[in-house]
Every structure is written in C-alpha cells, then in structure tokens.
C-alpha cells in the first residue's frame, strides 16, 4: 500500500456526515479508517474501499481505544493525513429538565471524545511536521437557541478547544479546521428530542424550533458530501480558514 496516498481517519462513519465523508475520501483514491461503536454498520463501505479500506471499532469514550485505533491505523497506512473528529449526537430540550447525567455524557462525547482522538493523533503528526485535525461542530457552535444548549455548549466548546489548538500546532505544520453545518437530516436530528418540556409555554418555543429544523431542506442547510469536497479543498489551500 503507497504511503503517498492521503489518509483520512474518521470517527462516527457509520451513519451521516462520517459515512459520507467516508464515501467522499473512497471516491477520490483515499485511504480510510473509518471507525465507529459498530463496525457491522461500516461493512456498507467494503464494496467501494477494497485495501484502501481499514474498519476499526471506537468508542470515543472508552479510555484508550484512541490510542490503540490511531496505532492500528497508522500500522496500516503509514500514517494519517486528515483525523475528522464527527462522532456526535445532539439532545434537545428543556435545560430545567435534562437530567445533568445526560449533559455530562454529551460533553463525553462531543468534546472530550474530539480530545482523546486529537492527543492521540497528535504525536505522529508532529513527528511527521504535517497533519490536519478537522472538528465537525454546528452552526450550534456560533451561536444557540431555546432547546438546544446543552448540545450548543459541547460545540463551543469544541471551538474553543480547536482555536487554541490552531495556534499551539500550527508551528509543526499541522492545520485546523472547524466545520460548521447546518442542519440535515441524518438520524442525529430524530433522535435529539428527549426531553420536552412539561410547561406549556417551553412547549411553545421548542415546537417553533422543532418546526423551523424540519422545514429545512437538506440541499440548502449543506450536503454532507459537499461538506466533504469543501473541507478537501480548505485543507489543500496555503490559507486554510479556521472555519468553514
Ligand atoms: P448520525 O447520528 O447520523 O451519526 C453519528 C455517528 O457518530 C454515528 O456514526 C455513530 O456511530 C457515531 N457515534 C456516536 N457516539 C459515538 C461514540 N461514543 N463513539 C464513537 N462514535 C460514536 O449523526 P450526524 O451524521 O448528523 O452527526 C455527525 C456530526 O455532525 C456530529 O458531531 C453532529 O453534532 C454534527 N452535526 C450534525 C448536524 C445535523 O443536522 N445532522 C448539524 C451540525 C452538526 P455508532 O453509533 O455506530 O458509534
């Protein structure tokens, strides 16, 4: 297998914007490693990936399984080029009424997930002096609304940690870039509404949000896929942005 050959790493690729970005690096002659909790859901990918294919199971969460899936891919491939930190889901709800478990174990996810993968990565991107750490937050990273804080609050975070770590690897040759979509119909959004709230007037906002998410057309609110040509090219500029 040629080393040359660009590596893209992902986690959550077994659904949505991870499977496309998956899909997306397959078409172009990339190497993947496309990870995830369940790696029977990543065999859709065997077809279009062959040997330029690596499946390995991660959950973000589980203490060391970064370590060990960057190694096993990186015994594979020679290396990664591209880590896409995806893995995520989103609550949506009352914040008096979500039980502070729920948004502990989203902040996991969502951002200490990003964290483990990227310190696990880091260290052979710096001894290569070249690497680029992509982080999918959302447009739920710039700004929040009613329902969504507790999810909007793991995304700045995520901000947060990405611009600072911009600044700290960008002297070993290592880009990042934050990727900020908006909503699209994957199984993120109809699994999000968990907690609605019981007094009526919270009822109110949360429908006039829910509505206005559902209205959205896909198409508009950014094509998975074309998210993933965008970030190809923001990562293959002299000038990549911090945030598409
Ligand atoms: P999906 O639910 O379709 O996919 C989520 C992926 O994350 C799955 O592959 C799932 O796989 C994986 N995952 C979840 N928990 C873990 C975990 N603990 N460890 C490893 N993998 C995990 O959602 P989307 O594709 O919509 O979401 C992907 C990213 O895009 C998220 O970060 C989300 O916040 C962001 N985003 C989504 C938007 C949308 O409207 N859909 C808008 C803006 C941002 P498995 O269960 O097999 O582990």
């Not at 995304?155 to 870039?177: D, H, N, T």
């Not at 094509?223 to 002299?238: C, F, R, T, V």
């Amino acid at each position: 297998m040629s080393t040359s050959t660009p590596t893209w790493f992902i986690t959550g690729a077994s659904s949505g914007f991870g499977l496309a970005f998956a899909r997306y690096a397959l078409s172009k002659g990339y190497n993947v490693v496309a990870t995830a909790r369940t790696t029977e859901k990543l065999q859709s990918l065997q077809a279009e990936g062959g040997d330029r294919l690596l499946t390995v199971e991660l959950d973000v969460n589980r203490a060391g399984a970064a370590d060990e899936a960057i190694a096993t891919a990186i015994a594979t491939f020679g290396g990664i080029d591209v880590l896409i930190n995806n893995a995520g889901y989103a609550i949506v709800g009352a914040l008096e009424e979500t039980p502070e478990a729920e948004i502990r174990a989203l902040m996991d996810t969502n951002f200490f997930g990003a964290m483990a993968v990227t310190r696990a990565a880091l260290p052979h991107m710096r001894k290569r002096g070249k690497g680029a750490i992509v982080n999918i937050s959302s447009m739920g990273g710039q700004m929040s609304f009613a329902g969504v804080g507790a999810y909007s609050a793991t995304k700045f975070a995520l901000e947060g940690f990405s611009e600072a770590l911009a600044q700290e690897v960008a002297p070993f040759g290592i880009k990042v870039l934050v990727v900020e979509p908006g909503a699209f119909r994957t199984s993120l959004v109809s699994n999000a509404e968990r907690f609605m709230p019981s007094h009526d007037a919270y009822r109110e906002t949360l429908a006039g949000v829910r509505k206005a998410m559902l209205d959205m057309d896909g198409t508009q609110a950014g094509d998975p896929l074309k998210a993933a040509a965008a970030i190809d090219l923001a990562l293959a500029s002299e000038n990549t942005p911090l945030r598409l």
